[in-house]
DNA sequence: ATAATAGCAGAACAATTGTTCGCTGTCAAG
DNA sequence: CTTGACAGCGAACAATTGTTCTGCTATTAT
């Protein structure tokens, strides 16, 4: 009477996937095996238990078994991957350079800015980033300009060739700039060809906060 | 000793807030009191229970109390959407722009690149859009250098403010400006405000190929 | 100095939740 | 008809996990 199976996946199959999906969209957690029934209109815990070992060898979900809740939806990713980086503050001509509050990294969305990490060709390890937003046109000379965007990984250091956020003490200045090392000290690179560079002696003070590795400049008004 | 923290996060709230974060990313669920305790330091359950309360009177999570993992970001963005721009071509000063062959839209990761639409701040139907990466220096005078990728909108009409992709065919010559319309033709206004605008005649042909809306440079070099 | 309180640990307790096992009914093949 | 795989139920069990209570310490206010 019954078609008692084609193939693939069945009726509750399909009906705990589903609930799988809308339950930690929802909740924002996985349910527990109970819910699952309920939901599902499945009295026994042991059945449910029995569709969720099917549907893991199918590939459909994956299981954390003897924890909690520990369901979840194996194709979660349909798209590329994208990446939160938390926008640490203004970057002025006049004041120092914001940077993030150390080694912990929470921020909420008001307070970030999403990256497809497709856009970084190697995708090395990201956590550390962190964004500024540019705050005056005094960056013009490094093709950045008012309301841009800089994304920049944190680092004491930078190779030949890199653009980087510094802070001269000496004249209360942040600027960014491509960073040459040379034999009396250091040449600051302006980005636009025209400009002429800032050369700055073995002595003087500088101090490099961060390596910029992406510029967003977004045209939208709201 | 311990500088008792008067105000706002302490350590211990922020290290939960960012664990709770990183562990919901990596495994799919939250983690359970004494997962956050280890992850933290605390050790004790209880010590754990005392910030997680705290923490929801911040408003900073909610809380299903007697549930297992039942602890999520209040404002748990599910890491929005994302969506895919075809790179149509290079623009490059002397030669037309190029566009995608129309409503003929397919292209794959290699001639493509992500954009959040999150960085995008009204979410209007952005179908359409699509890439060019800029070839050579002279578009310096828009604030854009070689090797950037430009998203533009296509589009034939332009209002005043915008910044669109012109193509004059008088002088065989592609160029960013923002636009504007005066009485007696059009001013294309360089991003530069060192540089002087160019007037066209109300006769002159003008070409808008499209409107662009976001500027990308990356700085990694692979 | 004393009291009050926040911060913390440990342990006992209670609730939730995953696992296992026995049992029943259906259906198709031998 | 019998058998066995499949789908299902319910309950007991065990592990995980949230809650609560007692006590200790250091800082701060009275």
């Given at each position: 009477m019954m078609a008692r199976k084609s193939k693939g996946l069945g009726e509750r199959h399909k009906k705990i996937l589903a609930f799988l999906k809308k339950y930690q969209d929802?909740?924002?957690?996985?349910?527990t095996i109970r819910e699952i029934g309920e939901a599902t209109g499945i009295s026994s815990t042991s059945v449910?238990?029995?569709?969720?070992?099917?549907?893991?060898?199918?590939?459909?979900?994956?299981?954390?078994?003897?924890i909690s809740r520990g369901v979840?939806?194996?194709?979660?990713?349909?798209?590329?991957?994208?990446?939160?980086?938390?926008?640490?503050?203004?970057i002025v001509a006049g004041e120092p350079i914001p940077v993030p509050a150390s080694d912990f990294s929470y921020y909420d969305a008001d307070t970030s800015i999403d990256i497809a990490s497709s856009l970084f060709s190697t995708s090395q390890k990201n956590d550390d980033l962190f964004a500024l937003e540019v705050s005056g046109d005094s960056m013009?000379?490094?093709?950045?300009?008012d309301g841009d965007i800089v994304v920049m990984k944190p680092t004491n250091s930078a190779n030949n060739g890199d653009m980087v956020a510094v802070w001269l003490p000496e004249k209360d200045e942040t600027t960014l700039k491509y960073f040459y090392k040379e034999k009396d000290g250091y040449r600051l690179q302006p980005a636009n060809p025209t400009m002429k560079p800032i050369m700055i002696g073995k002595d003087e003070p500088l101090e490099i906060k961060g390596k910029v590795v992406m510029v967003v400049r977004q045209m939208e008004k709201l």
């Open positions: 929802d909740e924002g957690y996985p349910p449910v238990n029995y569709y969720l070992d099917q549907l893991e060898k199918m590939g459909k979900i994956e299981r954390q078994r003897k979840k939806l194996a194709n979660a990713n349909p798209l590329g991957e994208m990446f939160r980086v938390p926008v640490a503050g203004r013009i000379d490094a093709m950045v300009s």
